[in-house]
Every structure is written in structure tokens, then in C-alpha cells.
């Protein structure tokens, strides 16, 4: 008597593949809460609000927690406890830009288009020397970022 096989066609491995991810997004996300942290705070640079840029937290070796991000606007920025983060140690990237002097022909658009400049020192960003700890804790983490133009 000959055994029937179950087929999954020619994609086998991309439905293996498909549901081991489902499998595993089940697996973390758990029964009861989250468990990250709602963060939110303000950037000053020079002592003023920073207008506009973007903020973003990532794990350092031996945190597990996803990376995240954010708008800073006027000043302010906020992450909520859906987009938050565990608890752990972190990098945080601060990047603020502004219109530049260099422009460069965009083939999509088919314009000439402006190059924006990074204008916070690259301690702040690129080379980021800024840090943050998240406690375990219910409820939103404050974190303020005191910025400086000068070297130091």
C-alpha cells in the first residue's frame, strides 16, 4: 500500500518559512502586556528646543529590545508603550538637518532638488557618545538630551 505524501508545492520551503514566522510572532508577543516603556522627553540644543529632527534608541550588546524611533518637534518627542522599549541599555541618535547649498538632479522626479545638512555635531549621531538606561517599570520613562554646538 503506498503512503500519501503531504505537498506543499513547489514553494515548500517559502510555507516553512512563512510559518515558522507566524509561529514565532505568536510566541512573542505573549499573553498580557508588552512589557516596553512608553519614553518620552525633550532636546535643547544650546539651551533652545530643538525645532525639528529625529531621535533613536538602539539596544546596546545584551538588551533585547528592539530599536525605535521618533519625531522631535518643537522640543518635544514622544515613543507610546506599543512603539516603546524594554528594559536595557541603549544608544540614542539625535539628527537634525536643514536645507544645504549643494543640489543634485533626482532622475524620479526629474528636478533639481536640495541636499539637506546634518547640522548636529556627530557625538550626537553618527559617532553618538549619548546613552540611556530603561528601568523596569510600568508607566512612561522621561529622558531630557541638553545638546551643545561647541566642542568639548
Known amino acids: ?14 510555507w516553512l518559512c ?7 510572532a505568536a510566541l512573542l508577543s505573549g499573553c498580557g502586556g508588552s512589557g516596553r516603556t512608553a519614553v518620552e522627553g525633550t532636546v535643547t540644543l544650546d539651551g533652545k528646543p530643538l525645532q525639528k529632527g529625529r ?27 506599543e512603539e516603546g522599549l524594554l528594559p536595557g541599555e541603549f544608544h540614542v541618535e539625535i539628527t ?7 543640489k543634485f538632479y533626482d ?7 536640495m541636499l539637506e545638512d546634518q547640522y548636529l555635531p556627530q557625538r550626537y ?3 553618538t557618545q549619548l546613552q540611556m538606561t530603561i528601568p523596569s ?4 520613562f522621561s529622558k531630557d538630551f541638553e545638546l551643545t554646538n561647541s566642542t568639548r
Open 1 to 14: 500500500m503506498r503512503q500519501k505524501r503531504f505537498y506543499l508545492g513547489s514553494h515548500s520551503s517559502l
Open 18 to 24: 512563512l510559518l515558522s514566522v507566524a509561529f514565532a
Open 55 to 81: 531621535i533613536r534608541f538602539c539596544p546596546r550588546p545584551g538588551t533585547a529590545s528592539p530599536s525605535a524611533g521618533a519625531k522631535i518637534s518643537e522640543g518635544h518627542f514622544s515613543l507610546a508603550s
Open 96 to 102: 537634525a538637518t536643514r536645507p544645504g547649498s549643494k
Open 107 to 113: 532622475r524620479f522626479s526629474g528636478k533639481m532638488v
Open 125 to 127: 549621531n553618527k559617532n
Open 137 to 140: 517599570q510600568d508607566g512612561t
